[in-house]
């Protein structure tokens, strides 16, 4: 959406104006002209009919920014974020009855910035979606299979768990499904995403790149994880890289659909800062496992903790687990040399079985479990 979403800037002060430009350029928007006045203002709305227009209330001339967010609204359909240095409350009074999709007071952080505009964006288009009229032989919407698959997933989810069937619908209306490939990359770190995604089926793997150039695996993700949907919800450029392990299908969902979504269902947020504080407390586990525990116990809790997120039920309530020595070496912060030792340790001991597969089996979750509590020697 950002690459051909255009934004008009009217702002009387040039360095001003330049500065709001390349700001917003660099989001990924397109800059379709800027306005000194609100007679140049609508003169380029109504040429260029941008899908967004960023108005500063106190203009030259007779007509302020808010006679002209009027107009635009009313004659043109078209969304303005106000932008003012002037916040008291008979500006605010003055503008809110223009119908604006966003407020921010100068000066303005690109944080901020980026957010209201997205925001302001996926409202116009919900509005717009309500208000087209339906064509009377599409009155009646049957979902298509793909369709009803992403709504029944994200109903599973625990973060939505709690969302009426209303809400539940829109934010699907809003998802995108996409088939990917093993070794394909979704996002890469240090770029800014307006979606995140959640794996409805396969694996992917989260990448941190070192100086080097080499890549360690952080997490794994398993379907219905929601750390890809998280970690764009700040607007910050993406932490990691992500990878698909294996054939997958990815559900994407915009940043300014969650954020909206959370706006009017606090319960998300509830739930969502649940999730982080979760990761939080797991992440000081490995932090402390890093410094104090021997290989072996870091082998057999990276395994303890997969085995709920991935493995499949073998043979005589066995599990099996898809997963590599460089993987394991990767997420233990072992060396693969050290991975291999301790791994055929454990298949001496019965508590393991290697395939040639990239696979693991697990005979013995019993012993792998005391090794991984208990930090104990092999014996």
């Not at 994200?154 to 209306?173: C, I, M, P, S, T």
């Not at 997120?309 to 394991?328: G, H, P, T, Y």
Request: proline share 4%; aromatic share 4%.
């Amino acid at each position: 959406m950002n690459s051909i979403s255009k934004v008009l800037i009217v702002e009387d002060e040039h360095v001003v104006a330049l500065d709001l430009s390349a700001t917003v350029a660099s989001f990924g928007f397109c800059i379709c002209g800027t306005a000194a006045t609100a007679a140049d203002a609508i003169a380029l709305a109504e040429s260029e009919r941008p899908a967004l227009v960023l108005m500063d209330i106190v203009l030259a001339g007779e007509v302020d920014g808010i006679q002209a967010a009027t107009y635009l609204r009313e004659s043109l359909n078209i969304p303005v974020i106000f932008l003012t240095a002037h916040a008291d409350h008979a500006t605010v009074a003055r503008a809110t009855k223009a119908g604006p999709f966003g407020f921010l007071v100068k000066p303005v952080t690109p944080d901020d910035l980026r957010t209201t505009i997205e925001v302001a964006l996926y409202r116009a288009r919900l509005e717009q979606e309500r208000t087209t009229p339906v064509h009377p032989s599409r009155s009646t919407h049957t979902l298509t299979g793909r369709e009803e698959s992403v709504l029944l997933f994200l109903r599973q989810l625990q973060v939505f768990a709690k969302l009426d069937d209303a809400a539940l619908a829109g934010l699907a209306a809003e998802a995108r499904l996409e088939d990917v490939r093993a070794g394909e990359l979704l996002v890469f770190e240090g770029t800014r995403q307006s979606s995140g995604f959640v794996v409805q089926s396969g694996r992917i793997a989260m990448l941190k790149a070192a100086a080097n150039g080499k890549e360690l695996i952080v997490e794994l993700l398993p379907p219905g994880d929601p750390l890809g949907l998280i970690a764009v919800l700040d607007g910050d450029p993406y932490p990691l890289t992500a990878r698909a392990q294996v054939d997958s299908e990815i559900v994407w969902l915009s940043r300014a659909a969650v954020l909206d979504t959370m706006k009017h269902h606090p319960e998300v947020m509830t739930s969502l800062v649940k999730e982080v504080c979760t990761r939080l407390r797991s992440a000081h586990d490995t932090s402390r496992a890093l410094a104090f525990d021997r290989v072996e116990a870091r082998v057999a809790q990276v395994l303890c903790a997969l085995i709920p997120r991935f493995a499949e039920a073998a043979e005589k309530a066995d599990f099996r687990i898809e997963v590599s020595r460089q993987e394991l070496a990767n997420l233990t912060a072992a060396t693969p040399e050290t991975i291999s030792r301790v791994t055929r340790a454990l298949e001496r001991e019965g508590v393991l079985r290697i395939s040639g597969q990239g696979e693991i089996e697990i005979p013995d979750i019993g012993r792998l479990r005391q090794i991984a509590d208990d930090n104990c020697d092999l014996s």
